[in-house]
């Protein structure tokens, strides 16, 4: 007998489907994410029960504000580690870093990449980076994947999409954070996210994830089913890629 009924989509309350996290600000006393070795754990603890396998950490590279490097980055990373392992719980983490673009910015072979030559980077919220399409170019020329931080989050392009076809067209890797679908970060990243999953332009996916509150948003999203629902069965790189 024929049913009229359409099949009910299995309800899914974990984020294993994604896999690999690959930006977030879970290191200790870098930047505005994690503050000490305690919140750090409790993070990565929570974001394994989501399903999380491997987390790569990206601190801030901002000269300005977040002069952080190699020497602060990977002294933290192994903390983090060492910590892991007394717990035996059983992820894997890693540490690259998060590029601002502004005039410090130098392309060289001291950049924290997110594996081989992937390279994370972000511009202000508030105004384009002016040479950013030079230096996309020049990390291209010099053999770098790059990969652009939630482009949802640019107020600056939110009457100008036709930069985000710029982007793709200059082979530029997109990057969703995972609470933009929702409407954390308010109504314009959230239609400008849409707009963005329509037309394919992400590759990857990640939490970005800084503290408690967006640890909150993320977990209730998940285990409710519905970050799923909105997205799983889009095609993201991670597990792919990393």
């Known amino acids: 007998m024929l049913s009229f009924f359409k099949k ?16 977030s600000h879970l290191l200790p006393g870098l930047d505005d994410g994690s503050p000490d070795v305690e919140t750090s754990m409790h993070l ?13 950490c990206t601190p ?5 504000l977040y002069p952080n490097t190699a020497a602060t980055i990977m002294p933290a990373l192994a903390l983090v580690k060492t910590k892991i392992k007394t717990t035996n719980l059983p992820v894997s983490i890693a540490a690259a870093g998060e590029h601002m673009i502004d005039d410090n910015f130098v392309v060289n072979d ?5 594996k081989d ?16 399409e030079q230096v996309i170019f020049d990390l291209q020329i010099a053999g770098y994947q790059v990969v652009l931080a939630h482009p949802e989050r640019y107020t600056f392009y939110y009457k100008n999409y036709h930069q985000f076809e710029r982007y793709k067209d200059m082979g530029v890797l997109f990057q969703l ?5 929702t409407g954390y970060y308010g109504k314009e990243v959230k239609r ?9 332009y992400y590759d990857l996916a990640a939490t970005d994830l800084h503290h408690e509150n967006h640890l909150k948003a993320l977990t209730s999203v998940v285990v409710s ?3 799923y629902e909105k997205l799983g069965d889009y095609p993201f790189k991670n597990k792919e890629i990393f």
């Open 8 to 23: 009910k989509k299995s309800l899914v309350t974990d984020i294993g489907w994604l896999g690999v996290d690959l930006h």
């Open 44 to 56: 990565i603890k929570s974001l394994y029960e989501l399903g999380f396998e491997r987390l790569i």
């Open 60 to 64: 801030h590279i901002f000269k300005e």
């Open 110 to 114: 001291d950049l924290l990449c997110l």
């Open 117 to 132: 030559k992937y390279i994370l980077i972000e511009m202000s919220y508030l105004y384009e980076s002016p040479r950013i």
């Open 177 to 181: 954070n995972l609470l933009s679908v």
């Open 192 to 200: 400008t996210a849409e707009f963005l999953l329509e037309k394919h």
């Open 225 to 227: 089913g519905k970050l």
